[in-house]
């Protein structure tokens, strides 16, 4: 799927099988009772004893995975990133220093998802997974669709659903600069200026209910 078309209508197209997929934003009354029924969620599985995040991360330093320094680390590297940004930004026609801080800026972001790899080992095991998960997966039921206007969560399980969502919505959130330094959206973007989101002229999908 094309980022700058996603992020114009806010709408995700991808495929199962044979099927086309339409997922449209999800209204405030969704994402509300989402919020409400997924705290539930990760209040009943702490009830029943299952990890918080802080817990895993404990497990892991006791088991010498993962430690404090770590952490630290990681903090110090996003202070880092954000320091740079503020340089390049101070840079921004000196292209030579550009370049130079950009590579660092692709460097220790790197690093961070190294660490983050670590620090989230366990985090499918957690209260917090399940609160995360419990918020998507009630969105995407309400809002996803075959072209038919059939609710997709009838015709695929609901993990499938949620892992080719959310495998798709971070690889286009992770283009974002990318796509905001395209040919094309400058182009829409002094075009239309705040009207590209408006859905007038970006093609958004239809869904039929």
Request: overall charge positive.
């Given at each position: 799927?094309?980022?700058?078309?996603?992020?114009?209508?806010?709408?995700?197209?991808f495929?199962?099988?044979?099927?086309?997929?339409?997922?449209?934003?999800?209204?405030?009354?969704?994402k509300?009772?989402a919020?409400?029924?997924?705290?539930?969620?990760?209040?009943?599985?702490?009830?029943?004893?299952?990890?918080?995040?802080?817990?895993?991360?404990?497990h892991l330093?006791?088991?010498?995975?993962w430690?404090?320094?770590?952490?630290?680390?990681?903090?110090?590297?996003?202070?880092?990133?954000?320091?740079?940004?503020?340089?390049?930004?101070?840079?921004?026609?000196?292209?030579?220093?550009?370049?130079?801080?950009?590579?660092?800026?692709?460097k220790?972001?790197?690093?961070?998802?190294?660490?983050s790899?670590?620090?989230?080992?366990?985090?499918?095991?957690?209260?917090?997974y399940?609160?995360t998960?419990?918020?998507?997966?009630?969105?995407?039921q309400?809002?996803?669709?075959?072209?038919?206007?059939m609710p997709?969560?009838?015709?695929?399980?609901?993990?499938?659903?949620?892992?080719?969502?959310?495998?798709?919505?971070?690889?286009?959130?992770?283009?974002?600069?990318?796509?905001?330094?395209?040919?094309?959206w400058?182009q829409?973007?002094f075009?239309?200026?705040?009207?590209c989101?408006?859905?007038?002229?970006?093609?958004?999908?239809?869904?039929?209910?």
């Amino acid at each position: 799927m094309d980022a700058i078309y996603f992020f114009l209508s806010g709408n995700v197209i991808f495929r199962m099988g044979s099927k086309y997929i339409y997922v449209k934003p999800p209204s405030a009354r969704d994402k509300a009772f989402a919020d409400f029924f997924a705290q539930e969620q990760y209040d009943d599985a702490l009830l029943e004893g299952t990890w918080t995040q802080e817990d895993a991360e404990n497990h892991l330093i006791e088991l010498g995975f993962w430690s404090k320094e770590e952490n630290d680390k990681m903090d110090k590297i996003r202070e880092n990133i954000n320091n740079m940004k503020v340089d390049y930004f101070n840079n921004f026609f000196s292209s030579d220093t550009k370049k130079y801080i950009k590579q660092n800026i692709d460097k220790q972001e790197k690093n961070i998802l190294e660490l983050s790899h670590k620090k989230y080992y366990l985090y499918d095991k957690t209260c917090d997974y399940l609160r995360t998960y419990a918020f998507n997966s009630y969105n995407i039921q309400k809002n996803a669709f075959l072209r038919n206007g059939m609710p997709a969560y009838l015709a695929f399980p609901m993990q499938s659903l949620y892992n080719k969502y959310t495998a798709l919505v971070t690889n286009l959130n992770s283009n974002s600069r990318n796509v905001a330094k395209s040919d094309e959206w400058k182009q829409k973007w002094f075009n239309a200026k705040t009207r590209c989101f408006e859905n007038k002229s970006c093609g958004q999908s239809k869904i039929i209910k």
